[in-house]
Structure formats: C-alpha cells, structure tokens
C-alpha cells in the first residue's frame, strides 16, 4: 500500500510544478474567465459611435410631431349624472381637440363635450401643461362636431387640407389622448373612402377609414397627411364591441367641417334646410295594404304651418290609422322624388338636404292619389322641433 501512496503524492507534486513552471500569468488570468458553459472569450461590448440616424420616413413623422404637437389638446369635460342612491356626481370624459386659429378656436367632436356644462365644465389642456376654461362656441350635433373657444397667449394653429382628393394608401397621422395618454401620435395609411353613418344616423359622405390606431381619448383630434396637415377629424371606431382599436377607425373629412364652420361662429349652430313635414317612409308591403300609387317613397303626414311645403301647397294626411301601435295620418302626398332623384325613405330626404341650405329652390314630385304632380319649393330653415 505504501508504494500506491508514494506514487499519488509524487503525481500531485508534479501537477503542481508543472502548472507553476508551464502556465503563464496571462493564462492563469484567463482562465479566471471561463464561464459555466465554458466559454473562455471576455466580454466585449458593441457601442455605436455616433447618434442613431433615421431614414427619411421616420424623418418625416418625427417633424409632423413636432410641428403639429403644440396644435393638438386634450380636453376633459365634467358633467353631473346620479349615483346609485340618487345623488348627484361628477362624472368626467376625456377627448382631442386642435386650434384653428390665434383667437383660441378650438374644434373637437360633440360626443366629447355633450353633457358638460358649456361654461364651466369644459377644460382645455396644451400641450405646454398649461389649462384654459372653454366654452361653446356652437355644436353640430347631427354630425358631431363642436367649437369651443380658450382665451390664451401665443396658440399655434393648424393648417387645414383640402380632403376632396384624398388618395387610398395615402400615410396619415393622429395625434391624440387615447386612453388618457396625451401627445400620443399613431400612424397607418387610409384604408378606404367610403360613406358611412355615425352615431346619430348621418350620413358622412367621404368619410376617412383608416388603419392607424385610433381608441377612445382619440375622439376629436387631427388626422394628418404627410405635410402636416388637417385632412380630417378623428371620430369613430369600428371594433366589434371590444371599445378598443381593431384597425379600422374612421375620420370626418376637414371639407365637411369647414362647411359649417361659417354657421357656428355665425349662428352658434349649423342651419340646414328643411321641407317643413312631418313623414314616414313607406316599404312596398305598407304601399300595398294602403293602396298608394307607388311602392316606395315618403307619406307626409302633416305639412307645418309656415314651411316650404305648406307655401307649395303640398297637403298633410287627414285620416288617423295605426301600423301596429304607431299612429299614422294617411291620405297626404306621397313624395317619390326630388329634383328627380328617387326618393324611397327619410334617410334619401336628409341626404339630399346634405347638399342644399335654405332658400334653394327644388322640384319636388308627389302621387296625390293616382295623380303624380310636381311642385317647386324653396327650402326653409330646419327647427329643433321638426322630426
């Protein structure tokens, strides 16, 4: 056993000598190095030398930022609702705006500030931080928009396109609040131009549908093209039901609110033209069991003293009858077309009115019984109380 244990310590001494008198310090150093996966290589960090440089895409949306930035607010309005247990609370919303001009005009959409005191509960915030009161200047509540007006010192305004030749595939911008977060900019393309209905049932011709996200707090605020420029107002989500961005939101084109820009500085809200009826659209099955002469088309059922229709000499209904447990008045004129073009519901009525103001002058062609007539009227102003 001896000799086994002889022959161990002379190994060990050898190893050891062999180390010390072979390896040098260097080696010794490195090998300090060696990591659990046996990599022996120290670590050696790539640093860039010189700021990051940006192509000229992301150029140019780092200068439509920041030239567009300081147009863009946010704006919380405060309302008060009823709690649980009936007492009153403030209730607040969130929204976009941007400055049209020096004097503190600001342009927003009406679903933003409904509800909101318009003197008091109203606030405007910069993008400097700095807060205004703001008040109601005027609403278009059929097509959701509002003007509100801050006095403040040195305002940037936008600059307005013209949105009637916008292009599919065109890159856009929105500068918003989504969800709260101010000074957020998203960008995408437009999907498409289509016609689409809001919330109140207009129709928005030329509406912007684009892939840039677009969510709540988002409402209000500007799309932009590439320079910069307004070419719409962001408004609405198509999301199916989730409240958030599924890539499909939709503006109202600039050239639309520029068309009654003028009324609600003017008259604090938008005048629009109006026939002067009260009507209820008629489907064919409805036209066969009341035996009218057309299968399509509007049944005035009351003409409203005073109005163009009246002036004309377009009749109401005189004979009350019920379509389940709605009252209708029969027996009036029954509109097929104006200025000839079909006419088959309300909704056709409201979107010719779209391209007409009070005091224009339209054919309108009526069955009064069998007998088809047409008649020459001059658009009157819409009331508040016209259904």
Known sequence: MKPRYVVMVLLLVGGFWFVTSHLTHRSLRDLSFVGPRGSAAPLELVEAKTAPVCNTEEQDGIEVYKRVLPSVVNITSTSLVFDFFYGVVPQQGQGSGFILDKAGHILTNYHVIRGANPNRGIQVKLSNGKQYQATVIGADKLHDLALLKIDAPDLQPVTLANSSSLQVGQRVFAIGNPFGLSGTMTQGIISAIRPIRNANGALIHNAIQTDAAINPGNSGGPLLNSAGQVIGINTMIASNGADQNAGIGFAIPINTAKSVLADLIKFGRVVRPSLGIVSFGIDPDLARQIGLAASHGV??????????????????????????????????????????????????????????????????????GKQKMTYKLILGEAQDSES
């Open 299 to 368: 049944l005035i059922e009351r003409v409203i003293p005073g109005g163009a229709a009246q002036k004309a000499g377009l009749r109401g209904g005189s004979q009350l009858a019920y379509i389940g447990n709605t009252p209708i008045m029969l027996g009036g004129d029954l509109i097929v077309a104006i200025d000839g073009h079909p006419v088959t519901s309300n909704q056709d009525i409201s979107d010719f009115m779209e391209h007409h103001k009070p005091g224009d002058i339209v054919s309108v062609t009526v069955f009064r």
